[in-house]
């Protein structure tokens, strides 16, 4: 299980790299969220968040790993941290649920939909709380450039997430 959470954090960290700028917004779009729903479902809550954990104090070190190609604890404490941290909490939630619903193999897809979701969640208030004290933005101006435009892509990133997670097992 070691060699498979360091596999989802090497992942992640190419997610990064796959990037779409917003021009509106902080954050850009990623896959580093497809990886963090695949960690989680499928390594569960110790493996997937330690693997999240891991891809973080790569981070924290100077390696390039943070989206963009960006390192360090300032990354952390700006305004895009939030959500580094929310995949932490994320993919370790993901794992509980997965672990709760294990034997529920009749519905998997959709289970792993709803908890992938879930997960979603977490990083979106993580990360857009975040923004919102860092930028010292309102609210309403916070969710408009930090989950709003968002939304779309994590659909279609947590309906592939479920379907690889309900049909590969580790």
């Given at each position: ?31 580093q ?21 891991v ?5 924290i ?46 519905s ?30 309102g ?12 939304l ?19």
């Open positions: 299980m070691m060699v498979f959470a360091s596999l989802f954090a090497a992942l992640t960290a190419v997610g990064a790299y796959i990037q779409i700028p917003i021009p509106f917004s902080p954050v850009p779009v990623t896959l969220v497809f990886f963090v729903l695949l960690a989680g479902s499928m390594l569960k809550s110790k493996w997937g968040s330690l693997s999240m954990i891809y973080t104090l790569l981070g070190a100077g390696l390039p790993v943070f989206a963009g190609g960006s390192s360090g604890i300032g990354v952390l404490l700006g305004p895009t941290g939030g959500y580094i941290i929310g995949f932490i909490l994320s993919a370790y939630i993901i794992g509980k649920l997965s672990e709760i619903n294990k034997n529920n193999a009749k998997r897809l959709l289970i792993n939909a709803i908890n992938m979701s879930i997960g979603v969640l977490i990083i979106y208030v993580c990360g857009v709380s975040q923004l919102m004290l860092v930028a010292e933005l609210p309403g101006t916070a969710l408009a450039l930090g989950a709003i435009p968002f779309p892509g994590e659909i279609v990133k947590t309906a592939v997430a479920a379907y690889i997670a309900s049909t590969h097992e580790l």
